[in-house]
C-alpha cells in the first residue's frame, strides 16, 4: 500500500525501480564473482619451461650417410621428433644439449658432429645434404610455447565443462550489466525529458 | 590461478584509473570500469587460449568497445573517451600479456 502511495510523488517510482535494478545488478555481480573463483583463466603460466622439440626435413638427401643421435640409437629420419625435455619440475637438470653425428653408412664412421643448445625454442633441421663428410643444413627457430589447455574439446570431463560454462556465464552476466546501465540511463533521460 | 583474480586486476585498472578522469560521475566510472572487465575478461582469455586469433583485433576491439562505453554511458566527449580507453586498453593488454605467459 505504501509503495502505491509512493508512486504517487513524482520520481518515487524511479527510485523504486532504481533500487530494485541495483540490488538486481549487485546480485548478478556477486554470483558472477563468486563462480569465477573456482574457474581457470590459465593466469601467470610460466610458458618459459615448456619443452622443446627437434624435428628434422630433408634425411633423404643424406646419400651414403645417417645422421644418429649421440644420445641415443638409430638413424635419425624425417618422422623423428625430439623432445629435449618434458617439462615439469625437474627442468633445470635435464639435458638440453643435443649431439648428432653424421657416420658414413660404408664405413660407419663419424665424419661430421655438431651440437647445439636447446632451450626454449623448437628447432627444425633442413638437410639440404653432405659436402665433404660435413653436413648442409638450415636451422629454423620458433618459441617453444607451453601447450596449456584451458578447454579440451578431447577430454570430457567435468572440470573443462564446468571452467567453460563459467566464462561464457560471466562474460554474458558483463554484457547484460552493461546493458541494464545503458537502458537505466536511456530510461532516467527519458523521464527527466517527460518532466 | 583463477579467473577471478584476473578480474580484480582489470577491475583496478579500468575501473579505478578511470575514476580521475569521470570524477564527477561519482561512482559511476567504476561500475562502467568492472562490468566491461567482467565482460571482457572471461571472453579475452578463452580467446587467447583456444583461439589463433590476433589480439591486435582484440585490443582495437577493446578500445572501440571502452569509447562507446564512456561516450554513451559517462560524459558524451569523444576527444576525452578515445585516448583514455587507448591508454586504458594499453595498460590493461600489457598486463594481460605478461600474466598470461
Known amino acids: 500500500m505504501q509503495n502505491f502511495e509512493n508512486c504517487r510523488r513524482p520520481g518515487s517510482c524511479l527510485t523504486n525501480r532504481n533500487n530494485l535494478s541495483a540490488k538486481l545488478l549487485l546480485l548478478i555481480c556477486c554470483i558472477s564473482l563468486a563462480t569465477s573463483a573456482i574457474a581457470d583463466a590459465g593466469f601467470s603460466i610460466r610458458r618459459k619451461h615448456a619443452a622443446c622439440i627437434i624435428s628434422f626435413s630433408g634425411t633423404g638427401n643424406l646419400k651414403n650417410y645417417k645422421l644418429v643421435n649421440a644420445y641415443r640409437d638409430g638413424a635419425i629420419n624425417d618422422e623423428e621428433t625430439i623432445y629435449v625435455q618434458e617439462g615439469g619440475k625437474r627442468w633445470e637438470e635435464s639435458d638440453r644439449d643435443i649431439k648428432l653425428l653424421l657416420v658414413d653408412t660404408a664405413t660407419n664412421k663419424a665424419t661430421d658432429s655438431l651440437q647445439f643448445h636447446a632451450k626454449d625454442y623448437n628447432l627444425h633441421m633442413k638437410i639440404s645434404g653432405e659436402q665433404n663428410g660435413k653436413l648442409q643444413y638450415s636451422m629454423d627457430s620458433t618459441k617453444a610455447v607451453y601447450d596449456y589447455l584451458l578447454l579440451n574439446d578431447d577430454e570430457k570431463s567435468d572440470q573443462f565443462r564446468r571452467n567453460r560454462i563459467l566464462f561464457i556465464t560471466c562474460s554474458v552476466a558483463g554484457f547484460i550489466l552493461l546493458l541494464l546501465l545503458f537502458f537505466l540511463r536511456k530510461k532516467k533521460t527519458g523521464d527527466q525529458n517527460t518532466n | ?101
Open chain 2, 1 to 101: 590461478m583463477p579467473l577471478l583474480f584476473q578480474l580484480i586486476f582489470y577491475f583496478l585498472i579500468k575501473g579505478f584509473f578511470l575514476w580521475p578522469f569521470y570524477y564527477s560521475k561519482r561512482w559511476k566510472p567504476l561500475w562502467v570500469g568492472f562490468t566491461s572487465s567482467m565482460m571482457a575478461v572471461p571472453l579475452m582469455v578463452l580467446l587467447y587460449h583456444e583461439t589463433d586469433l590476433s589480439f591486435w583485433y582484440v585490443y582495437l576491439g577493446l578500445i572501440v568497445l571502452d569509447t562507446l562505453l564512456y561516450c554513451f554511458l559517462l560524459k558524451s566527449n569523444w576527444w576525452k573517451a578515445i585516448p583514455i580507453s587507448l591508454v586504458l586498453n594499453t595498460i590493461a593488454i600489457i598486463f594481460f600479456f605478461v600474466c598470461n605467459g
